[in-house]
């Protein structure tokens, strides 16, 4: 069964560009084209297809507009394939916000349109499998547990496609006492300090893209930087992180593996969860956490995006419990303060 796409781009070159890397995959059918929302609007209706690749810079309407109006009245997986610049990324997240499944960047700057989309045909597939629900509106901010106090345990987070909404609801629950908190998502490098800021401004905690050799303290949540290295928590006498050049791992730098792995050699209390994404990144490394002691969440499938890298985790055994995502900030907190209080009894 073939995977029916829709290409929206105002630019005639950039849908033949599109459309010439979709064609290359046996499973994908290019459906149609539309160089405007209206006309979008049409086709979508017309062809009803199974994924939309969505410019955001459009005549008529804007592109975000016109993805709020697509989510909240007919919800189609939708790929964003965007200029990857600072100001296209803080776009680009809004539109992950607002329920796009994934996002891919234009080729520009040298990078030719086999390099930018070399990895378009995937997402569009791991797209058309993704669980798209209808936008109720921005991630609320809510009202948090005053009397929370951290423990000493660290939490790691590992997540990739859908991780955008799922990192948005769970650290609007955290308070500004929560564990010190280090996040792999995966995503452009251009992405990570505006994503970083986006949280801080939901959160009751402060939020930033890590830097290495940054001091892991309570109130505090480190967001990898994306791109050249993987981040790692490493043991002294207080953990700190380390941004360390290496090879992709499981197709990813930065790698939730290597974040995971890092904090289960740290011999301290410690709380793993795993979110939304494809693949299995980050399976292993709960596995050795869990091996380690740490107490271990995954996201249920019924609320990922992508039920991938927790699936993975859970039929490995690597993960004690599954939690839907309104309730993962809530009991990540509990686990937090429970693997310290067993540590001290």
């Given at each position: ?233 490493m043991s002294s006498a207080h953990p ?41 990144d980050g399976a292993a490394g709960l ?59």
């Open positions: 069964m073939t995977i029916g796409v829709l290409v929206v781009d105002d630019s005639a070159t950039m849908r033949g560009l599109i459309g010439a890397a979709l064609k290359r995959d046996p499973e994908i059918e290019v459906l149609g084209f539309a160089n405007d929302p209206i006309e979008a609007r049409e086709q979508i209706k017309k062809l009803n297809p199974d994924v939309v690749t969505l410019d955001i810079e459009m005549p008529k309407m804007n592109g975000l507009e016109f993805l709020e109006k697509i989510m909240r009245l007919r919800p189609t997986p939708v790929v964003m394939v965007s200029t990857l610049t600072q100001s296209g990324a803080d776009v680009t997240l809004q539109a992950l916000e607002l329920g796009a499944v994934d996002c891919v960047g234009k080729p520009v700057g040298g990078v030719t349109a086999q390099e930018a989309f070399a990895d378009l045909t995937a997402k569009v597939k791991a797209a058309a499998k993704a669980r798209v629900k209808p936008y109720n509106g921005p991630v609320a901010v809510v009202e948090r547990d005053r009397d929370y106090r951290a423990s000493d345990a660290i939490l790691a987070i590992g997540s990739s496609t859908g991780g955008v909404e799922a990192l948005l609801t769970i650290l609007s629950n955290f308070p500004d006492t929560c564990p010190p908190t280090v996040i792999t998502q995966h995503m452009p490098a251009t992405f990570t300090k505006s994503f970083a800021a986006r949280l801080d401004k939901i959160s009751g905690a402060h939020v930033t893209e890590a830097r290495d050799g940054d001091r892991l303290q309570v109130g505090h949540v480190y967001v990898a930087p994306g791109g050249d290295a993987h981040m790692e928590v700190v992180i380390r941004l360390r050049q290496g090879e992709p791992v499981n197709g990813h730098r930065p790698s939730v593996d290597a974040l995971f792995e890092s904090v289960a050699k740290l011999n301290r209390p410690a709380v793993g969860a795993i979110l939304t994404g494809m693949g299995r596995m050795s956490m869990k091996q380690a002691g740490a107490r271990t969440l995954g996201q249920d499938e019924s609320s990922c995006v992508v039920y991938g890298m927790p699936r993975v985790a859970f039929e490995i055994g690597a993960v004690e419990k599954q939690v839907g995502l309104s309730r993962m900030g809530p009991a990540i907190l509990n686990l937090c303060a429970a693997a310290e209080s067993h540590r001290s009894a």
